[in-house]
């Protein structure tokens, strides 16, 4: 992946937002952090877009189960309050597991179509069309993705049980807080969602 970093106004750095990555029920763009409701597309702050998916097979439908959107100074506060160790832990699986060969491979492959990155769990390789259960994340600034602190993620949900086994059940209990206070989920439904 190329980086720009020219300072050129007129060449705005990142791309634009997948559709995979909007609102799901409006299409548009995600427009306000979840925690502090801060106008996201003023382009002020980096904000990040998790969204976690599950698959229905007798359905043939693919459903979310949440998105949101968290801007870099919620983001902060809140990887702050969770246990350093847990952090740490996540952050090793994530180094040492991820199969970053491959997904230099798809950005390579399709520079232009980040839905093409996302196409096999970043994790185990496993196609997303094998995945019964999966979560998506993205950086963004306003209106743009943006790649410069990671790009975009998809995991499954064999290596999402793995990433919550290395959780310690502080972190995973401020997890659940989190998602209780944001959307009201309760904690058997948290379990599909880690924090990244
Ligand atoms: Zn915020």
Redesign the pocket.
Known sequence: MEEHNSEEENQPEGLPIPEIFLNSDTKSPITN?V??D?DLLSGGRYYVIEKVFKKYPSFQKTEILFEYA??S??YENMRGQLSKESMENLAAYMATKTDVQALQTRMALYPDQPEEWLSHCMIKGTPKSELTEFQMGACFKGDRLMTNYMPPFMIGGLALEEMNALLSQQTKDEMDDFMGDNFGIPPELRKDLILI
Request: aromatic share 12%.
């Open positions: 952090c925690q502090c801060y968290v801007c100074k919620c």
